[in-house]
T-cell receptor
Framework: SAVISQKPSRDICQRGTSLTIQCQVDSQVTMMFWYRQQPGQSLTLIATANQGSEATYESGFVIDKFPISRPNLTFSTLTVSNMSPEDSSIYLC???????????FGSGTRLTVV | GESVGLHLPTLSVQEGDNSIINCAYSNSASDYFIWYKQESGKGPQFIIDIRSNMDKRQGQRVTVLLNKTVKHLSLQIAATQPGDSAVYFCAETALGGGTSYGKLTFGQGTILTVHP
């Protein structure tokens, strides 16, 4: 199955700053997704990262706050902009894994905003 | 599929017992369901999946049951081991095409604790 490398694994950031999270896959994938998992809660889809076009955002998430890049079929970045303590969460990258028909997740980026 | 609060349901079992974790899903158009296991500090790990044209699927020590009539999904773990302790999430999506393709909606999760 696809192997996902997500960086950084964790970070502590000052409010008002921005953090860019990287997601690297060991094989070409068509579909890549970004999820947020707030403390003690379930996962919520932020957006679908589209190669060659703008990301598709879910209700409640906007491009100015969470800009996404997808320059090729193996890489994507998510930026959390102008951070506040409410942005403290785990951010996860996911890909459609055609080798076993499912969706594989990265290990996540644990973000704490102080 | 949105999370429902800070306190997840919990299930405590003894090692060797069978565990049953339940999930109610919301979208009648969903046709593909996945169970994930999430250990502390890690991303969700695929356990087993099932498509809507089936009502039961078995893996190694795990069985997923799907009841489309009442939109209910369950995960059965046989001979539960301490290493099974984790948070378990169900997820649903519609693979039938359209704008929802591949987008997973997660259930709230259940914390499973296995006592030796």
């Amino acid at each position: 199955s696809a192997v996902i490398s997500q960086k950084p694994s964790r970070d502590i950031c000052q409010r008002g700053t921005s953090l860019t999270i990287q997601c690297q896959v060991d094989s070409q994938v068509t579909m890549m997704f970004w999820y947020r998992q707030q403390p003690g809660q379930s996962l919520t889809l932020i957006a679908t990262a589209n190669q060659g076009s703008e990301a598709t955002y879910e209700s409640g998430f906007v491009i100015d706050k969470f800009p996404i890049s997808r320059p090729n079929l193996t890489f994507s970045t998510l930026t959390v902009s102008n951070m506040s303590p409410e942005d403290s969460s785990i951010y996860l990258c996911s890909v459609e894994d055609l080798s076993k028909f499912g969706y594989t997740f990265g290990s996540g980026t644990r973000l704490t905003v102080v | 599929g949105e999370s429902v609060g800070l306190h997840l349901p919990t299930l405590s079992v003894q090692e060797g017992d069978n565990s049953i974790i339940n999930c109610a899903y919301s979208n009648s158009a969903s046709d593909y369901f996945i169970w994930y296991k999430q250990e502390s500090g890690k991303g969700p790990q695929f356990i087993i999946d099932i498509r809507s044209n089936m009502d039961k699927r078995q893996g190694q020590r795990v069985t997923v049951l799907l009841n489309k009539t009442v939109k209910h999904l369950s995960l059965q773990i046989a001979a539960t081991q301490p290493g099974d302790s984790a948070v378990y999430f169900c997820a649903e999506t519609a693979l039938g095409g359209g704008t929802s393709y591949g987008k997973l909606t997660f259930g709230q999760g259940t914390i499973l604790t296995v006592h030796p």
